[in-house]
């Protein structure tokens, strides 16, 4: 399996970006995806997930400024980030896991990552 996110770049706060996860060479029937992101000197932390049947969970942090979207056929997984915070500048990836996932938020869950893509704000 192997994710490529697109879609990062530099905005002024307020603005939007929406970032896309390519996913290929997979075999899985049924999956979950979500998005993370990581600033320098934190952890890595859960923004919003997606089960390949429709249902999403947000990060309290991103409700109502971020939405998860995604079109199986390809399959590719999208965040749409709007009224963007300098607070959510840093690098953001995508994570691949099963369908059994329970706890989104936990980096345990998934099985595969993409490399990130950067996510500046600027006030």
């Known amino acids: 399996v192997q994710l490529v996110e697109s879609g990062g770049g530099s905005v002024r706060t307020g603005g939007s970006l929406r970032l896309s996860c390519v996913v290929s060479?997979?075999?899985?029937?049924?999956?979950?995806m979500a998005w993370f992101r990581q600033a320098p000197g934190k952890e890595r932390e859960g923004v919003a997930f997606?089960?390949?049947?429709?249902?999403?969970n947000y990060a309290d942090f991103v409700k109502g400024r971020f939405t998860i979207s995604q079109d199986n056929a390809k399959p590719i997984t999208y965040l749409q980030m709007n009224s963007l915070k300098p607070e959510d500048a840093a690098t953001y990836y995508c994570?691949?896991?099963?369908?059994?996932?329970?706890?989104?938020?936990?980096?345990?869950?998934?099985?595969?990552w993409g490399p990130g893509t950067q996510v500046t704000v600027t006030s």
């Open positions: 060479r997979h075999t899985y029937r049924s999956w979950s």
């Open positions: 997606i089960r390949k049947d429709g249902d999403t």
């Open positions: 994570a691949f896991g099963d369908s059994g996932v329970e706890i989104w938020g936990d980096t345990d869950e998934y099985h595969y």
